[in-house]
């Protein structure tokens, strides 16, 4: 249960899980088996990918499989409170360390990193809307990360022959 202000004085007001968040968390478990079956299929070419990777790797999956768990759950109590502080620094750090991770076809950076710094940039003021209890900013928010950052960038991973896609249909 959420806290949402209602002018001077704060009220308690469930804030419910709704059809789209449903969907988005439905969508996070679907990334989370597509992403795990690629990693079991392509054992063999574990030892020639880079640290940097794995990291990026790591932190998305914790991001991913917090994510059902977070929207599906109760609001606006500690453990809520303390999964969305660990979704927000796993998407801060899959962020960052994806200017590590350079696009050979290009030879640098590509139009995904556009949307790294977009995650530097929104996280941060997703977890202040939480702190601030401005309860609809911080939906959408979450919604906006949840759905761009997370999940369709998720799914490009599999097509244009990069690693999780190579290795899930190779």
Known sequence: MATVMTGSATATKPVAVDGYERGLAVAAMVLIVAVIAALLRGQAEWRAVPPFVWAHIATILVALVLTPVILLGRRGNRRHRVLGTI????????????????????????????????????????????????????????????TGALLIAGFFTFPFDRLLGHWLFG
Do not use: D, N
Request: proline share 3%.
């Open 87 to 146: 979704w927000v620094i796993a998407m801060l750090l899959t962020a960052a360390l994806s200017f590590g991770i350079r696009l050979s076809q290009a030879g640098g950076f590509g139009p995904i990193h556009i949307l790294s710094v977009w995650v530097l940039i929104q996280a941060p003021i997703l977890w202040h809307t939480a702190r601030t209890h401005q309860v609809a900013r911080h939906r959408r928010s979450v919604r906006g990360l949840v």
